[in-house]
């Protein structure tokens, strides 16, 4: 017989620019004793010219996120380990590319070179065992980002955070054929000041754990 300790389980922290996900991560990390790995965005070479250039940078900026959260999604199966990751692989092709396709600053060629890569990719990895959804209105992240005041967002046009708000709410639907999806309206639960939201959601993701365990000791496998 086997215990959490001995299963890992994998949680990705989902959503738009500025809802929170950092947040979360880190206060799921430190409640579990669990590697936290964020969205590589300080040191980012490319970040600060894209959102200068969207049309000149795009391709550089999606291919550098694809590759770091490969790395990130690898070393995580690799260690065995249970984790939480900020932002998924899925939402690289799924949210920000397309939307970045559809809005003309990703060509047809580039667009395409980039999903081909990202399905290599994925093909050898193992899905998260729950996609946490942080939902916020446009208005509410747009505040936020303007809150926390990182230089290379200063100039984060509304309509952007509206075209990816807009993708992910038709994307999460399917994103649960992928693996389990849990939504949280961040704007009405307040996961970074109320110990009651943060127990309810610890105690989910405590039960999940404990299903995996269960699953795995009767030979259900991973």
């Known amino acids: 017989m086997t215990d959490n300790r001995d299963v890992p ?3 990705s922290i989902s959503g738009n ?3 929170g996900k950092s947040t979360v991560c880190e206060m799921v990390g ?3 004793d669990w590697p936290t790995y964020y969205e590589p965005v300080a040191g980012n070479p490319y970040l600060a010219d894209y959102y ?4 000149r940078w795009s391709f550089h900026l999606q291919i550098y996120f694809l590759s770091k959260r490969f790395e990130v999604q690898k070393d995580i199966i690799e260690h065995g380990c249970s984790a939480v990751q900020d932002r998924t692989i899925y ?3 799924e949210i920000f590319a397309k939307v970045l396709h559809d809005r003309g600053a990703m060509d047809d060629r580039d667009y395409e070179n980039y999903r081909e890569v990202f399905h290599n990719m994925v093909s050898f990895l193992r899905p998260p065992d729950l996609v946490l959804y942080l939902r916020a209105g446009v208005d509410a992240a747009m505040s936020r980002i303007n809150n926390r005041a ?3 967002e200063s100039g984060i046009p509304r309509d952007f955070i509206q075209d990816l708000h807009d993708a992910y709410e038709e994307w999460i639907p399917r994103a649960g054929e992928i693996c389990p999806v849990r939504v949280i309206d961040s704007e009405t639960v307040n996961l970074r000041d109320d110990p ?3 127990r309810e959601l610890l105690d989910y993701i405590r039960g999940l754990h404990e299903g995996k365990r269960k699953q795995m000791a009767a030979g259900g496998g991973a």
């Open 9 to 11: 389980f994998y949680l």
């Open 17 to 19: 620019i500025g809802v």
């Open 30 to 32: 430190k409640a579990f």
């Open 52 to 55: 200068q250039d969207m049309p």
């Open 91 to 93: 939402e690289d092709v």
């Open 150 to 152: 990182r230089d290379c």
């Open 196 to 198: 009651a939201a943060q």
